[in-house]
């Protein structure tokens, strides 16, 4: 078969003067030229920052992942 990929990617960037913030979002899927076998990712990930005064500025940031694939030996009546 014929091996398959998808990769998608969006973010997001703004602020003010005080404050600023980024989220992000991604997808990738791998369909492999065997039969059953596949590779997928999602992440995403969130920057908060936020400045007080000129002596104190704070932030945090978070992300996340999953991961899942399915891997089978390869034989040659799987490339068909």
Known sequence: RV???NDHNISVRSG???S???????YFDNQG???NNS???ITGRINLEQKFNNWL???INSSYASIK???RPMF?????
């Open 3 to 5: 091996g398959v990929v």
């Open 16 to 18: 003010t003067a005080n």
């Open 20 to 26: 600023q913030y980024l989220a992000s979002l991604s």
């Open 33 to 35: 030229v065997a039969k």
């Open 39 to 41: 590779f997928n990712r």
């Open 57 to 59: 500025t704070a932030g």
């Open 69 to 71: 694939y399915q891997l």
């Open 76 to 80: 040659p009546e799987d490339f068909h």
